[in-house]
């Protein structure tokens, strides 16, 4: 017994021996890489002390350090930066759904500001601003240099005031200006219609009311239809929605699945990591579902597409998302500001991080550009001289139909000339309703 005891002491003796021969060195290195940090730090102190001395106007020293401490964030990736008191206070505002501005959601990418979505109905989107346009200037002031922050804050401005934006797009040769005037931005998260027997639910946002509205709008189309048999699906149109609260791209996305990982984030850390799941309930009642996006589908968008489309509960359509992957925690800090920090990446549920490549649709419908309005209606080749057996004089009439099936089939043939209208209105819209009618003609699987 006493030799177990004092060969196990010995053990441990060694490993003690073995333990402070590791950990001089490393001590060593900490101890030189926080001499480092704390030269660093000496050096900012004396920039500072030189700049409130000797810069050739006088500035405020709460200023300066602002800016140290966001250009600091900035740094780091495009979505990280340092929130003022005044900011941090819009920002809750904005996540409540009303806040004063043009409706437009921009980043930044290589020093250039660019617009990730308008807004539907926001003066942006009125003006016909689009995902992927580059804002050169503001009223005539060149962007580049500015941070994005600094951007933004150029484009704010009293409701009422006109702001003259430049842009620059893909496809057109040279930049132009467009006028918009500011505006209070009220945002309605969720719209909601009825397109033939198919629900059309328009997000455009994810704040506070998102999940309440889509709830209550959903409940309110399908009662219209009549319950829940008359509705051929759903579509979910996602398309430049900015994205918005990880915590309402959760709930939409669980308001669908029965079951299963919805998403999941890794930060820096293991125990940063967290996985959410979907509890039991679907709203759509096991109803088809197609989920809309473009390249003006970002973050919270791109977590409910990838959800449904990784449990095959719904069929993507449309064109590639925006491509951002990365989840940031609002900080509050001392003074009333706040920080914004990139903590973690997010991952669908099959594991794959979506950052840079976005959400890559089932199928895959560019939406056609508009043509310019010339203000000259051209009559449609196939329009002229359209004329059907009914037409010919003396014709017979058709008396193998009752009146009720005549009447089904006058509804069936304006059903049919009412898509018509909507390809040409909204093509991708229109393809999803196709692709749920042919769903649901082929009825459930046994």
Known sequence: MKKFVMAAMGGTLAGAIATTQIAGPLLAQESSANAGVYEQLDLFGDIFERIRSQYVEEVEPGELIEAAIDGMLTSLDPHSSYLSPDDAAQMQVQTRGEFGGLGIEVTQEEGFIKVVSPIDSTPAAEAGIEAGDFIT????????????????????????????????????????DVPIVRDTIELQAVRARTQGETVVLRITTFNDKTTPNLISKLEEEVENLG?????????LDLRNNP???????????????????????????PEDGDRFNATPGDLAMGKPIVVLINGGSASASEIVAGALQDHRRAIVVGTKSFGKGSVQTVMPLRGEGAMR????RYYTPSGRSIQSLGVSPNIVVEQPRRAPNTGEEDEPASAVGQRSEADLRGSLNNDSLSEDEIRQIEEDRAKAEAAAALREEDYQLAYAIDILKGLNALGPED
């Open 137 to 176: 200037h503001v009223d005539g002031e060149s962007m580049l240099g500015f941070t994005l922050d600094e951007a933004v804050e150029r484009m704010r401005g009293p409701v009422g005031s006109e702001i003259i934006i430049t842009v620059v797009r893909e496809g057109e040769t040279e930049p132009f």
């Open 341 to 344: 920090l990139t903590t973690a």
């Open 243 to 269: 994205g918005g609260l990880l915590t309402q791209a959760i709930r939409v996305s669980d308001a669908f699945l029965e079951k299963g990982e919805i998403v999941s984030t890794r930060g820096r850390a």
């Open 227 to 235: 319950g829940m048999d008359n509705v051929d699906g759903f579509v």
